[in-house]
Protein backbone atom coordinates (compact mmCIF):
# COMPACT_ATOMS: atom_id res chain seq x y z
CA UNK A 1 0.00 0.00 0.00
CA UNK A 2 1.63 3.50 -0.94
CA UNK A 3 1.83 5.49 2.05
CA UNK A 4 0.71 8.77 2.33
CA UNK A 5 2.50 11.90 3.27
CA UNK A 6 0.05 13.79 6.02
CA UNK A 7 3.14 15.93 6.92
CA UNK A 8 3.59 17.35 3.40
CA UNK A 9 2.85 20.96 3.48
CA UNK A 10 0.69 20.79 6.27
CA UNK A 11 0.17 24.71 7.66
CA UNK A 12 2.17 25.65 10.93
CA UNK A 13 1.56 28.31 12.93
CA UNK A 14 2.16 30.89 15.73
CA UNK A 15 0.32 29.46 19.13
CA UNK A 16 -2.16 32.20 18.80
CA UNK A 17 -3.50 31.55 15.35
CA UNK A 18 -3.73 27.89 17.04
CA UNK A 19 -5.63 28.73 19.54
CA UNK A 20 -8.02 30.98 17.56
CA UNK A 21 -8.67 27.95 14.93
CA UNK A 22 -8.63 25.32 17.63
CA UNK A 23 -11.90 27.35 19.30
CA UNK A 24 -13.47 27.79 15.98
CA UNK A 25 -13.63 23.83 15.44
CA UNK A 26 -14.13 23.53 19.13
CA UNK A 27 -17.79 25.91 18.45
CA UNK A 28 -17.93 23.44 15.48
CA UNK A 29 -17.64 20.19 17.61
CA UNK A 30 -20.19 21.84 20.41
CA UNK A 31 -22.50 21.80 17.79
CA UNK A 32 -22.01 18.30 16.43
CA UNK A 33 -22.76 17.29 20.09
CA UNK A 34 -25.41 19.09 20.79
CA UNK A 35 -27.05 17.39 17.36
CA UNK A 36 -25.73 13.75 18.68
CA UNK A 37 -27.92 14.66 21.83
CA UNK A 38 -30.61 15.65 19.95
CA UNK A 39 -30.63 12.27 17.49
CA UNK A 40 -30.69 10.72 20.61
CA UNK A 41 -33.84 11.96 22.48
CA UNK A 42 -35.12 11.26 19.04
CA UNK A 43 -34.08 7.68 19.13
CA UNK A 44 -35.73 7.28 22.62
CA UNK A 45 -39.00 8.78 21.44
CA UNK A 46 -39.28 6.06 18.21
CA UNK A 47 -42.50 3.68 18.96
CA UNK A 48 -41.49 0.82 19.92
CA UNK A 49 -43.03 -3.17 17.81
CA UNK A 50 -43.87 -5.92 20.37
CA UNK A 51 -41.69 -9.14 19.50
CA UNK A 52 -44.04 -11.77 19.00
CA UNK A 53 -42.14 -15.12 17.85
CA UNK A 54 -40.86 -16.51 20.71
CA UNK A 55 -37.51 -16.96 19.56
CA UNK A 56 -35.46 -19.67 21.52
CA UNK A 57 -31.26 -19.86 21.00
CA UNK A 58 -28.74 -22.19 21.89
CA UNK A 59 -26.49 -20.85 24.88
CA UNK A 60 -23.95 -22.60 26.95
CA UNK A 61 -26.14 -22.59 29.91
CA UNK A 62 -29.01 -24.64 26.93
CA UNK A 63 -32.21 -23.02 25.20
CA UNK A 64 -32.55 -19.61 26.16
CA UNK A 65 -35.50 -17.64 25.05
CA UNK A 66 -34.93 -14.11 23.76
CA UNK A 67 -36.49 -13.01 27.29
CA UNK A 68 -34.43 -14.74 29.28
CA UNK A 69 -31.24 -13.44 27.27
CA UNK A 70 -32.32 -10.31 29.53
CA UNK A 71 -30.67 -12.08 32.54
CA UNK A 72 -32.95 -9.93 34.64
CA UNK A 73 -32.35 -6.41 33.40
CA UNK A 74 -34.79 -4.57 31.53
CA UNK A 75 -32.26 -3.64 28.00
CA UNK A 76 -31.03 -6.27 25.40
CA UNK A 77 -28.53 -5.25 23.34
CA UNK A 78 -27.38 -7.75 20.39
CA UNK A 79 -24.39 -7.67 18.64
CA UNK A 80 -25.70 -9.51 14.82
CA UNK A 81 -22.03 -11.19 14.37
CA UNK A 82 -21.27 -12.28 11.21
CA UNK A 83 -20.15 -16.19 12.02
CA UNK A 84 -22.39 -18.40 9.50
CA UNK A 85 -22.29 -22.36 9.76
CA UNK A 86 -18.80 -23.53 8.72
CA UNK A 87 -17.29 -20.98 8.39
CA UNK A 88 -13.73 -20.96 9.86
CA UNK A 89 -13.93 -18.03 11.82
CA UNK A 90 -16.05 -14.48 12.13
CA UNK A 91 -16.15 -11.52 10.42
CA UNK A 92 -13.08 -9.35 11.15
CA UNK A 93 -14.90 -6.31 11.24
CA UNK A 94 -17.80 -7.91 13.67
CA UNK A 95 -14.38 -8.75 15.55
CA UNK A 96 -12.99 -5.18 15.38
CA UNK A 97 -16.64 -4.07 16.75
CA UNK A 98 -16.61 -7.58 19.52
CA UNK A 99 -12.99 -6.80 20.98
CA UNK A 100 -14.20 -3.05 22.72
CA UNK A 101 -17.34 -5.48 24.18
CA UNK A 102 -15.73 -7.10 27.29
CA UNK A 103 -14.40 -3.96 28.65
CA UNK A 104 -17.67 -1.92 28.28
CA UNK A 105 -19.81 -4.52 29.63
CA UNK A 106 -19.59 -3.65 33.76
CA UNK A 107 -20.72 -0.40 32.76
CA UNK A 108 -23.59 -0.91 30.57
CA UNK A 109 -24.61 -3.68 33.24
CA UNK A 110 -24.59 -1.11 35.86
CA UNK A 111 -27.15 1.34 32.94
CA UNK A 112 -29.76 -1.87 32.92
CA UNK A 113 -28.12 -3.17 29.67
CA UNK A 114 -27.08 -6.44 29.17
CA UNK A 115 -25.08 -7.29 26.17
CA UNK A 116 -24.76 -10.48 24.01
CA UNK A 117 -23.45 -11.47 20.50
CA UNK A 118 -26.10 -13.46 18.55
CA UNK A 119 -24.83 -15.55 15.29
CA UNK A 120 -26.26 -18.25 13.29
CA UNK A 121 -22.89 -20.91 13.59
CA UNK A 122 -23.58 -23.77 16.14
CA UNK A 123 -22.82 -22.87 19.34
CA UNK A 124 -19.61 -25.25 19.29
CA UNK A 125 -18.17 -23.41 16.56
CA UNK A 126 -18.67 -20.25 18.26
CA UNK A 127 -17.14 -21.55 21.08
CA UNK A 128 -14.29 -22.63 19.27
CA UNK A 129 -13.60 -19.15 17.87
CA UNK A 130 -14.25 -17.44 20.93
CA UNK A 131 -11.96 -19.18 22.67
CA UNK A 132 -9.62 -18.19 20.18
CA UNK A 133 -10.16 -14.64 20.73
CA UNK A 134 -9.74 -15.08 24.19
CA UNK A 135 -13.24 -13.18 24.71
CA UNK A 136 -15.48 -13.60 27.90
CA UNK A 137 -18.78 -12.03 26.64
CA UNK A 138 -21.74 -14.34 26.28
CA UNK A 139 -22.22 -15.30 22.35
CA UNK A 140 -25.51 -17.72 21.56
CA UNK A 141 -26.35 -19.13 18.35
CA UNK A 142 -29.79 -18.32 16.35
CA UNK A 143 -29.18 -21.67 14.30
CA UNK A 144 -32.64 -22.96 13.68
CA UNK A 145 -34.13 -19.87 14.70
CA UNK A 146 -35.86 -17.45 12.36
CA UNK A 147 -34.48 -14.59 14.38
CA UNK A 148 -31.24 -13.73 11.72
CA UNK A 149 -33.59 -13.99 9.02
CA UNK A 150 -36.47 -11.96 10.86
CA UNK A 151 -33.50 -9.01 11.67
CA UNK A 152 -32.67 -8.93 8.04
CA UNK A 153 -28.66 -10.03 9.02
CA UNK A 154 -28.93 -13.29 7.61
CA UNK A 155 -30.01 -14.11 3.88
CA UNK A 156 -31.33 -17.15 1.97
CA UNK A 157 -29.41 -18.67 -1.13
CA UNK A 158 -32.44 -17.93 -2.95
CA UNK A 159 -32.84 -14.01 -1.70
CA UNK A 160 -28.87 -14.13 -2.60
CA UNK A 161 -29.60 -15.46 -6.01
CA UNK A 162 -31.37 -12.25 -7.39
CA UNK A 163 -28.46 -10.35 -6.83
CA UNK A 164 -30.17 -7.86 -3.99
CA UNK A 165 -31.11 -8.27 -0.36
CA UNK A 166 -33.40 -6.26 2.01
CA UNK A 167 -30.40 -5.17 4.50
CA UNK A 168 -30.48 -1.53 6.40
CA UNK A 169 -33.47 -0.63 5.53
CA UNK A 170 -33.51 -1.16 1.95
CA UNK A 171 -33.38 -3.55 -1.35
CA UNK A 172 -29.49 -3.64 -2.13
CA UNK A 173 -27.02 -5.44 -3.03
CA UNK A 174 -24.93 -7.69 -0.49
CA UNK A 175 -21.65 -9.39 -0.78
CA UNK A 176 -22.19 -12.32 1.51
CA UNK A 177 -25.21 -14.64 3.71
CA UNK A 178 -24.66 -13.14 6.70
CA UNK A 179 -24.50 -9.21 7.50
CA UNK A 180 -23.72 -6.68 10.88
CA UNK A 181 -25.98 -4.89 12.91
CA UNK A 182 -27.10 -4.04 16.15
CA UNK A 183 -30.36 -4.22 17.68
CA UNK A 184 -31.68 -3.58 20.67
CA UNK A 185 -34.88 -4.30 23.53
CA UNK A 186 -36.58 -3.67 26.53
CA UNK A 187 -38.58 -6.29 28.35
CA UNK A 188 -41.37 -4.39 30.65
CA UNK A 189 -42.66 -5.47 34.19
CA UNK A 190 -45.19 -8.69 32.13
CA UNK A 191 -42.36 -9.90 30.89
CA UNK A 192 -43.72 -8.67 27.36
CA UNK A 193 -40.42 -8.01 24.67
CA UNK A 194 -39.88 -4.95 22.53
CA UNK A 195 -37.61 -4.24 19.52
CA UNK A 196 -36.88 -0.62 20.06
CA UNK A 197 -33.68 -0.29 17.60
CA UNK A 198 -31.90 -1.28 15.24
CA UNK A 199 -28.80 -0.19 13.29
CA UNK A 200 -26.53 -1.54 10.22
CA UNK A 201 -23.99 -0.90 7.54
CA UNK A 202 -22.06 2.37 9.23
CA UNK A 203 -24.58 2.82 11.94
CA UNK A 204 -22.64 -0.24 13.68
CA UNK A 205 -19.53 2.03 14.02
CA UNK A 206 -21.30 2.96 17.48
CA UNK A 207 -19.33 -0.49 18.37
CA UNK A 208 -16.05 0.64 17.51
CA UNK A 209 -14.09 3.01 19.54
CA UNK A 210 -10.82 2.67 18.43
CA UNK A 211 -12.25 4.66 14.96
CA UNK A 212 -13.37 7.39 17.57
CA UNK A 213 -9.84 7.65 18.52
CA UNK A 214 -8.29 7.39 15.18
CA UNK A 215 -10.60 10.40 14.16
CA UNK A 216 -8.66 12.87 16.66
CA UNK A 217 -5.04 12.20 15.06
CA UNK A 218 -3.35 13.61 12.25
CA UNK A 219 -3.83 10.35 10.17
CA UNK A 220 -7.27 9.95 10.51
CA UNK A 221 -8.66 6.43 9.91
CA UNK A 222 -5.98 6.88 7.50
CA UNK A 223 -8.28 4.15 4.74
CA UNK A 224 -7.68 3.76 1.62
CA UNK A 225 -10.10 5.32 -1.52
CA UNK A 226 -12.15 1.69 -1.98
CA UNK A 227 -15.51 0.42 -1.55
CA UNK A 228 -14.68 -1.79 1.52
CA UNK A 229 -12.56 0.58 3.41
CA UNK A 230 -12.45 -1.17 6.41
CA UNK A 231 -9.80 -4.12 4.11
CA UNK A 232 -6.81 -3.40 6.64
CA UNK A 233 -8.76 -4.49 9.77
CA UNK A 234 -6.99 -8.34 10.83
CA UNK A 235 -8.33 -10.49 13.85
CA UNK A 236 -6.12 -9.11 16.91
CA UNK A 237 -4.48 -12.17 16.62
CA UNK A 238 -3.27 -11.60 12.76
CA UNK A 239 -1.65 -8.41 12.58
CA UNK A 240 2.08 -8.73 11.28
CA UNK A 241 4.73 -7.32 13.47
CA UNK A 242 4.55 -3.13 12.88
CA UNK A 243 8.18 -2.15 12.01
CA UNK A 244 9.72 1.02 14.20
CA UNK A 245 10.20 4.02 11.97
CA UNK A 246 13.54 5.50 11.75
CA UNK A 247 14.96 7.26 14.65
CA UNK A 248 12.29 5.73 17.04
CA UNK A 249 14.34 3.34 19.08
CA UNK A 250 15.79 3.98 21.89
CA UNK A 251 19.39 3.21 20.60
CA UNK A 252 18.84 6.06 17.73
CA UNK A 253 17.93 8.72 20.34
CA UNK A 254 21.53 7.88 21.77
CA UNK A 255 22.99 7.64 18.33
Avoid at 117 to 140: D, T, Y
Amino acid sequence: MTEINHAANHPVVSSDQWLAERKALLAREKELMHLHDQIARERRALPWERVEKNYVFDTPEGKRTLAELFEGRRQLMVQHFMLGPGWEQGCQSCSFMADHTDGMNVHLAHRDITMVAVSRAPLAEIARFRERMGWQFKWVSANGSDFNHDFHVSFTPEEQATGKVYYNYAVQPFPQEEAPGVSVFYKDDAGEVFHTYSTFGRGVEVMMGAYYMMDLTPKGRDEREVPYKMEWVRHHDRYEPQAKAAGDSCCSAHG
